[in-house]
Structure formats: structure tokens, C-alpha cells
């Protein structure tokens, strides 16, 4: 399945993963040209080497050749216009195999303050295309795939502090935060800073493991 997404992809909406000398510890690097994106630079570490990444971040202007907006919407079938969600996106899809068994990672980088039903919104509307484009390569190159086998991983990365442990517990607001993420399947994960403060990294077994 992942050689076929290659297949039907755009290519300026695919991300290179950097391999290195130990197995499954590939690196990919998201830019985020927004101005209100507190990291510009996400690198992401330690992926397994059997996996691919895109955007379906349209409005972004990081993996376009010639500097401009990739797409203008989702889909050209959507008004661009429409304000209700149905062109919303997300920075990164990562697809990675382990055997017969997929993992898509839905991941889109946040501010501080971040809403979750907006967030819940964004993300799963792009697991939704996905979800779509596996039925298409299914059709048309008639790949036997059992959604059975498929896990997605929905997750914001967010540069606000993330409590865990007992400090969550203790704490009302992020006890109801973390039980309302958690009744929509979704993750939240705090981005870790670098020297620049405008970099920052993540550990992908720590961004899928929930």
C-alpha cells in the first residue's frame, strides 16, 4: 500500500525521510511558514524505515517549488469558500508498515492555545481523504487491504506544557482536557525546544504511543 500512495500522490506534497546508519530511526523535517507558528522547524526522530509522509496542508508554501501555495482547498470538488471544515487539513500524514499492519499518524502542529473540537475537526477530516484515497488505491490497483490492519493516530503537537502523571491528576482543567482528547481518539504531545527557539523535535514512539 505505501508504494501505491507514492503512485497516486502528488509529489510536491511528499515529505524525504532521511535514513540513518541504525535501523528504523529515519528522520523527516516539517517547516511551518505560518506567522503565528511559534516552531518554524519540527524534526522528527526515530521512524521506522518502512514509511512514507505527505502534507495535506494546502495553504502551505514549505514543499512548493516555486514558492507558492501548493493548492487553494482540499479538493477542487469543495468551494473554496466554504467555512464550514470541509477543506480543512493537516501538516503531516506518516504512514508507517510493520509486517501486514499499518499506522497512519494524523499530526498537525499547534499553538499554546489550542481548541479541540476545532483540532478533533481538522484532523479527522483529513483521516476521512486518507481513508478515501486507500479505497481508491484498493480499486484501482486491486490491493488486497484489510482496514482491519490499519490504525490511525490522531495527534496535535503543541508547544504549551502537556501535565502528565500526577501532576495531571491534580490539576481539574487538565484532567478534563486529557478525558475530552481521549473520547475523540486523539493525543496531545508537547513539542520539545531546541537551542533556536524556533526548532523543535519529537520522538515518533512518543508521538504514537497512546
Known amino acids: ?15 524525504d525521510l532521511s535514513a540513518t546508519p541504525s535501523p528504523d530511526s529515519s528522520v ?10 511559534e516552531i518554524k522547524e519540527l524534526t522528527i526522530k526515530e521512524i521506522p524505515d518502512d514509511s512514507i509522509a505527505f502534507t495535506l496542508d494546502f495553504s502551505s508554501k514549505k514543499n512548493s517549488k516555486e514558492n507558492g501555495a501548493l493548492f487553494s482547498q482540499l479538493s477542487p470538488y469543495f468551494d473554496k469558500s466554504n467555512g464550514d471544515g470541509v477543506n480543512k487539513s493537516c501538516d503531516l500524514v506518516l504512514i508507517t508498515r510493520d509486517g501486514d499492519k499499518f499506522t497512519v499518524l494524523i499530526f498537525d502542529q499547534k499553538s499554546k492555545k489550542t481548541d479541540i ?4 475537526l481538522q484532523l479527522e477530516n483529513s483521516r476521512v481523504f486518507v481513508s478515501y484515497v486507500i479505497n481508491i488505491i484498493s480499486l484501482i490497483y486491486k490491493d488486497n487491504i484489510d482496514e482491519g490492519k490499519i490504525v490511525f493516530k490522531r495527534v496535535i503537537g503543541t508547544t504549551r506544557v502537556v501535565k502528565t502523571g500526577v501532576n495531571a491528576a491534580n490539576h481539574e482543567q487538565e484532567r478534563s482536557r486529557r478525558e475530552k482528547l481521549r473520547a475523540l481518539g486523539m493525543n496531545e504531545v508537547s513539542i520539545k525546544r531546541t537551542a533556536s527557539i524556533e526548532k ?6 512518543g508521538i504514537v504511543s497512546f
Open 200 to 205: 523543535g523535535w519529537l520522538d515518533y514512539r
Open 117 to 120: 473540537e476545532s483540532s478533533f
Open 28 to 37: 523527516l523535517v516539517v517547516r511551518e511558514d505560518g506567522e503565528l507558528s
Open 1 to 15: 500500500m505505501l508504494e501505491r500512495f507514492i503512485d497516486v500522490l502528488n509529489k510536491d506534497v511528499l515529505f
